[in-house]
């Protein structure tokens, strides 16, 4: 997952030396050239795809033409850094260029991931243009930055705080939630199943940010101290 963007934000953010922001940014734009290159953009709906271990929670065997709801989250956020950091810089056109792009993913993930029979966001099949209906922690990550509605934020908090769902209240956010088929509680030596229902402390810390962006700092608060 490209969770370089949000590491390197929070250094040239950090920084009063404009040559390493100027560095940073640069590797910013470079990476955000290979996401949104033909390669990984699908053109008819604008979504980033998934390869292996790009994406979390969903069998590497099944990836094919699938586009992640975590992935493009990750590189819509990329956007908004990019952006923000052009502006820093001086760079109003090149900012104005990643806000475009971060409307275009955020758009693309409300039109085509949204699924209204579970009210939730869901990984895209682009080869067979549905949703694939499993419903997975990374469902909450477009709460970050607004790109999900309030009306979506609203149901998704519902869904985040079943305890028949995701365990809200017992434990931190299962990696995938309790009532899928497959899932499992992984335990003794790694045999890769742990991605299907095992709590992962990188997972909860992406749902905290998105609580946090939304304003639901109690709810974020409360996971923040269970995954501690």
């Known amino acids: 997952l490209p969770r370089y963007f949000e590491a390197a934000y929070d250094i040239a953010r950090r920084t009063s030396d404009q040559s390493l922001q100027m560095l940073i940014y640069n590797t910013m734009q470079k990476y955000l050239a290979y996401w949104f ?115 979506r934020a609203q149901k998704l908090i519902t869904l985040l705080t079943k305890r028949e769902l995701f365990n809200w209240g017992v434990r931190p956010v299962t990696s995938i939630a309790m009532t899928e088929p497959d899932y499992v509680e ?14 992962w402390t990188l997972r909860n810390m992406a749902i905290i940010a998105g609580l946090q962006d939304a304003g639901m700092h109690d709810l974020a608060a409360e996971l923040t101290w269970s995954t501690i």
């Open 37 to 151: 290159s033909p390669a990984k953009r699908d053109e008819r709906t604008g979504l980033i795809m998934a390869v292996f271990e790009e994406t979390f929670g969903y069998p590497h065997d099944q990836l094919d033409h699938i586009a992640a709801v975590d992935l493009n989250v990750a590189v819509a956020l990329g956007c908004r850094y990019a952006a923000i950091l052009a502006e820093t810089l001086g760079r109003m056109e090149e900012a104005g260029f990643y806000t475009k792009n971060f409307d275009a993913l955020a758009n693309a993930i409300n039109r085509h991931m949204w699924d209204d029979s579970l009210s939730a966001y869901c990984n895209y099949d682009v080869k067979n243009n549905r949703t694939s209906l499993r419903l997975m922690c990374t469902t909450f990550d477009p709460l970050r930055c607004g790109i999900a509605p309030l009306d």
């Open 186 to 199: 992984a335990v003794g030596a790694y045999d890769g199943r742990a991605w299907f229902g095992d709590i």
